[in-house]
């Protein structure tokens, strides 16, 4: 969007006279595309930051949902150029940028075919220059705000009325917490309100509506109303089990949980735990942790979990001196302490490849460490595995300078080749994939973790998968849109469906358990006075512990926005599926016996609570109309 207002050029089409629109430097968002006549949509790119270590998406969806083009950018790939061909329609074509992103985009299509632009909310979606131009319309009675952040760029918002010159100002102001933000209410007419809005101030640009339509246009003639078609998914199910389904968990504080809090965490029913073990606290005091580790085994039965050594104070980066070796013998005799239950994975350093200088300073703690574990064969006896990097994401860099020389693939593949025989897992963690539609890159990165380890001849990876800790975003960078409302538990959904698709991931964490001041990101939220309840992502997580079984079975899908997982466990059979999208969805599922025996289909909605639905079961096929925004599963008998 730097020219963001509308630019006049001579067309790139057979048609050298036909004039362009032209948007530029999206970062973040979706642009939605209706033509009349055959046009050409071009997107080209260029370096933002930390390109050359980031692999990127772009996904073209026609106007039933339908994946029209995918682009994989990859990191060498700092600039490019991507065209599609768009046909003539009545509904829109959606062009999806997901951020964050680490490139500039620019999009150009004929002047004629309507655009309309929903940016991301809080989260920054364009750069631009100052005095940029949109349009938007507010309809009758609506009450529409305005609303903004300021990311240091565009430092105020002027909304202008189109019909009387009736003019409102946002200044955009710094917060310490990122989830601040400016907004403004409109006035509320009778009259359907068209509106100029000018952006003041030249760089990173974060705004958007609430109360209306979240829709943006380069001119008032573009302004018209969004159609998005229903949507077809078919589903074919076989009989093939691909594998077990991840154990779900939660990061668990490091703390012995109130009683008042157990109802919420058993509603959870967490499988894994991830934790943090502070060697500094665990020097001075070897027992510090053991009750809360008994209890988080004994009382909530989970016997499968990871810990992250670390210094308190969120000091992530250890060293190999008395104090990170004390703390690491006291961890290591707590969880002989524990009595062989379960199967407890050791993580040296908090995501190593953001917080060490380079491979090497890591590697050095690593082997000093191994070599500790391992000089005890009583700890391997207990359950102790050693997992490694825990990196800050896996297949892209992580958030910092020279990002290119730290992506943590590169760093455990040399691990893996100099001190395999020393490790028993592959953990990492996955942050900043905000968008619904860009969720599948789960399913992706658990195959590229598999293809690193390698297969047995059973096909299971030959080391364990821990995508141990995940959340939309990293550190405190959040927003209150997608953390506390429905989108978390369309996001949680879609990352859980995705990861476990190909049976290959032994661990899924969300991150984490219960909000905190700087950090409200938790599946729970504290009310005070030792009371607890579950945020939409917590319910949504009960839904779908609620129909959670044991293994994987192949699921063949053809739909785009609608994410769906095929599970067994003896003759239970089940579907968990989210529909990412507003549109609705007529679902047709084959390879099942009709009549379901003991079959249901149940649907968990924006309320936050599932209901029974209705479904048809004809000639081995299964029928049902899915609304938009909307989790549910299907579950029957084999028997």
Known sequence: MKYFALLVSLGLSLDAWSASMRWADIRDGSLYLQTDTPDTLTVRWTPAWQADANEERLYLLDGKGNLEGERLIAAS?????????????????????????????KVEH??????????????????????DELFFKVAPGEHAVLAGKFHGGVSALQAQRVGDGKQVALALKPYRAYWQFDKVELPVTRDEQVWRLRLQGSGKVAFWLDGTANLFAQNPQQLKPLREDDGQTRLTLTKHVLGPTPNLGIALPY???????????????????????????????????????????????????ITLLAGSERQADLRADTMSNAGLDAWLAATRALGGKGTHYIGFADEPNLNYPDYA???????????????????????????MPASSRLINGPFADNAADKRGIDWAKRLLAESGDNIDAL????????????????????????????????GRPRKALLLDQTNMSSGSSLSPYDQETHFASLWWASVVINSSQDGLLQMLG???????????????RVLGDDRFELKPVGLAQQFIQQHWLRDVIRLENSAFEVDVLAMAEDLKRSLL??????????????????PLAKGSLRYFGADNHSRDAPFNCQSGRVSFELPGLTLFSLSWSAS
């Open 255 to 305: 703390v012995s949980p109130p009683e008042s809090s157990f109802a919420v965490l058993d509603a959870l029913k967490p499988q894994a735990g991830t934790y943090y073990s502070f060697v500094d606290i665990t020097a001075k005091n070897p027992h510090y942790e053991d009750a809360f580790r008994r209890l988080y085994q004994d009382r909530f039965g989970i016997t499968q979990d």
């Open 77 to 105: 790939e700092s600039r490019g150029t991507q065209s599609w061909p768009l046909a003539p329609g009545a509904a829109s074509y959606q062009l999806e940028i997901p951020g964050y992103s680490f490139r500039r985009y």
């Open 361 to 387: 300073h890591y590697q050095s703690i690593f082997n000093s460490m191994a070599r500790q574990v391992r000089s005890d064969p009583a700890n391997a006896k207990a359950g102790v595995r050693i997992a």
């Open 427 to 458: 953990a990492w963690h996955e942050w900043m994939i905000r968008d619904l539609l860009a969720t599948r890159v789960y399913r992706d990165s658990v195959r590229r973790a598999a293809d690193l380890v390698g297969l047995d001849a059973q």
């Open 577 to 594: 599926g989210v529909n990412k999208g507003t549109r609705l969805q007529r679902v047709d599922l084959s390879g099942v016996s009709c």
């Open 110 to 131: 004929d002047e004629h075919t309507v655009a309309l632009f929903a940016p991301a909310k809080v989260h920054f979606s364009a750069e631009t220059r100052d005095g």
């Open 510 to 524: 969300w991150f984490q358990a219960a909000d905190e001041p700087n950090y409200p990101k938790g599946m729970l």
